[in-house]
């Protein structure tokens, strides 16, 4: 696990027609698509990409843009793709929508401190007296038949709140198949 407070790209190629950015992490060893939302307050959503799609891009940009329509495209469940690895807006977040973070007394003023990098997802990490969490992204894949399916909730489990309501989805350690570690555990 590694804490990461920001997001940056290394040579950035700009899309301003398609509101996105395509570059190479060095803190996450990955290429990422970097698409602007527009929303209340402008953030954005950070999808995994091969150096491939960056040689896509260059040299054939309908085809990049069909490739990643669903992502560009930001409508519904369907912008959350397998590659959306993190955002800086916790709507995109599989927790009760626009609310689970103030469900419990916040450990340091905002519960939203960064994010914790595991497995290739930036998680979440949501400090709460009552522990630290690590909410995955939400990523919903359109199943064919109507259905869609949750691939980031199998690492995971359903946090209740204290009417045994779902909160939100959070990241159980495998050695320690638990959460609500203290905050001297994360760092």
Not at 144 to 154: I, M, V
Request: a negative charge; charged letters at 25%; aromatic letters at 14%.
């Amino acid at each position: 696990m590694k804490i990461v407070k920001q997001v940056t790209l290394d040579c950035a190629v700009v899309d301003d027609a398609h509101w996105f950015k395509l570059g190479y992490s060095a803190d996450l060893h990955t290429h990422l698509m970097v698409v602007s939302v527009a929303w209340v307050a402008g953030y954005e959503r950070y999808y995994r990409m091969g150096a491939d799609d960056r040689v896509l891009y260059a040299s054939d940009r309908a085809s990049f843009y069909r490739k990643y329509a669903n992502e560009i495209g930001q409508s519904g469940n369907t912008c959350y793709t397998e590659r959306l690895i993190g955002a800086q807006a916790l709507r995109d977040y599989d927790g009760r929508r626009n609310s689970f973070q103030r469900a419990y007394p916040a450990k340091y003023g905002n519960p939203f401190q960064h994010y914790a990098y595991i497995g290739g997802i930036l998680f979440a990490r949501i400090l709460w007296e009552r522990g630290t969490y690590y909410v995955p992204p939400m990523q919903a894949v359109d199943a064919g038949d109507g259905t869609w399916h949750f691939p980031l909730r199998e690492r995971c489990r359903l946090l209740c709140d204290d009417a045994g309501e779902p909160l939100c989805y959070y990241y159980i350690e495998e050695e320690q198949n638990h959460a609500g570690r203290s905050e001297t555990d994360t760092e």
